[in-house]
Structure formats: C-alpha cells, structure tokens
C-alpha cells in the first residue's frame, strides 16, 4: 500500500501552507482529508475552492448536505459520510435524514429526495442523467441552477472520495462519532 503523508501547517509543502493555516482558522483543526491533499497545493487548493464556491451556491442548506452525504455514500467513501455526517447534524439536519442518507434510503421530505435522487442518477451514471431526470428534480420545485450547482457538488466530493480511496485518510477525530462503514459490493 502506497504510503501518504497527513501533513499539517508547520510541515507541508510551502506553496500549501496557507491553506491548511486557512483551514486550522476555519476549522479549527487541519482536517487529515486537507493534510493528505497538501501533497499537491493545487489540488488542495482546488478543493478548497470548490468547497467555498458550493457553500454559496444557491441550494438550501439542508440540500448541501444531502449532496455531499449522498455523493459519499455512492463513491463508498468512509471519511466524507463520516465528516459530512457530523457536519450536516451540526447544522440540525434532522438525525432521521442523516440515518436515511447513510443507509442510502429514500427521504420523507419530498423536496430533499427529489436532490437524493437526482444526486443518485447523477453519480452512478456518471452525469448521465436523462430528460426525464432532469424534467423531474425541476417539476419538484428546483431549477436548472440547481441542476449545476450539484454538478459542482458532487465535482467537489469526487475530488475527495477519490483522495480519501488512494491515501487510506485516517478518520479525524471529530468525526468518530459518525464512523461509517461502506457496504460490501454486491
């Protein structure tokens, strides 16, 4: 197994530095996800940027985090269900959705499944949702916005997944309390 560093602010590669000083200030903590990225300042940076530029597209809240939840689920990646697990319950999404999403089951919320669902077609078919799809996520209330916005969602998320899938990242912490164990492929 290949071996990948965690790096932290003091240690990195220069040109990652003031990122990760950025993320310890915003975080409080330099999350193992964003010390594993700072192998590569670019992709780190990209990352970053990604994840800002999501936080203020204009889907709801509680959308975000059913974006990110589900995105993870279907890449199996364990740290992102974890991370975005306790992030989105910090938030107050309500614990029954979070349970939901991480067993990869449909929602109450006929609003935030319509965003699970679209999120779904749009990540096992790698982008290739149909007519049908896209006419159904915009006949639940949402536009073609909102179509966009989770492309760059899930361009975030994939980013990470597939960081977290090569460099085996350690779970952080702060996370433990949502420890997620991806299903064995059937």
């Known amino acids: 197994m ?3 560093t965690v790096y932290d ?4 590669p220069e040109e990652a530095r003031p ?33 800002e530029l999501f936080g203020r597209s204009s889907l ?13 689920v279907l890449n199996g990646c364990e740290y992102c269900v974890a991370a975005h697990s306790t992030l989105a319950l910090r938030s107050r999404v309500p614990a029954e959705v979070v349970a939901a999403l991480r067993a990869g089951r449909a929602l ?3 609003a935030l499944e319509a965003v699970r669902r679209f999120t779904d077609v749009m ?4 982008g290739w949702a149909g007519d049908e799809e896209v ?9 073609r916005r909102h179509v966009l916005d989770i492309v760059l969602g899930i361009g975030m998320k994939t980013l990470s997944n597939y960081t977290n899938h090569v460099a085996h990242t350690p779970l952080d912490p702060a996370w433990q309390d949502q420890e997620w164990t991806a299903p064995a492929p059937a």
């Open 2 to 4: 290949a071996e990948f």
């Open 9 to 12: 602010e003091t240690n990195a």
């Open 19 to 51: 990122q990760l000083e950025a993320a310890k200030k915003r975080m409080g903590f330099v999350t193992t996800l964003n010390g594993v990225m700072a192998e590569s300042p670019e992709l780190l940076a990209g990352y970053n940027a990604l994840s």
């Open 60 to 72: 709801p809240r509680n959308a975000k985090h059913v974006v990110w939840i589900t995105a993870s």
């Open 108 to 110: 109450d919320d006929p």
């Open 123 to 126: 990540v096992t078919r790698r």
């Open 135 to 143: 006419e159904a996520f915009l006949a639940a209330g949402y536009t």
